[in-house]
């Protein structure tokens, strides 16, 4: 557990005052809703760092993963198992999203592991993104953007109990 007593979902306040506990330094842009990087760019102008994308996949074993990656990558769902460790990965349904994630569609964040207070996911960072010197996500919600070290998430996801695997997802053909 993320040490937060509360219910699930975790509010985006909520999440920017426990970043805050952490010592991590952010900075929260708000802009209109936004359901794809497409929709997001032009509100990415004037916010430094690389802009990320996330899957939220099941694997034909039933194991859920959240995969993260630059946001106009590709990502090949059918060469990644064997890099991950899983089997056949496909999208998961939205309402499995929210039961976990505690999320929907469009808002979708390496930060939602606050909510998955059962360790149910298995979060997979891509290298190349790993290795910036800021990164992008959405808090919680698709109307703002967090601004973050790599260091600094893989300090929050310690803190939330999930150790991530770091590879080249968007190398893989």
């Not at 099941?58 to 990644?80: H, Q, S, Y």
């Amino acid at each position: 557990m993320c040490d937060l007593q509360n219910e699930m979902p975790t509010l985006p306040r909520q999440l920017l005052d426990f970043l805050t506990q952490l010592g991590i330094k952010y900075e929260n842009t708000s802009h209109p809703a936004v359901f794809t990087a497409d929709e997001a760019e032009k509100y990415w102008k004037n916010i430094e760092g690389m802009h990320c994308k996330n899957l939220f996949c099941k694997d034909a074993a039933g194991v859920l993963w959240l995969i993260v990656v630059p946001a106009f990558k590709r990502v090949n769902l059918k060469a990644l198992p064997a890099l991950i460790g899983s089997k056949r990965l496909s999208f998961a349904k939205e309402d499995l999203l929210f039961e976990t994630l505690g999320v929907h569609g469009g808002s979708v964040t390496p930060f939602s592991i606050i909510n998955d207070k059962e360790n149910r996911v298995n979060v997979v960072l891509d290298r190349e993104m790993m290795d910036q010197d800021k990164i992008n996500f959405h808090p919680l919600t698709n109307t703002a953007t967090t601004t973050i070290t790599p260091a600094d998430l893989l300090h929050f996801m310690q803190a939330c109990h999930h150790t991530p695997k770091i590879v080249p997802v968007c190398s893989v053909e």
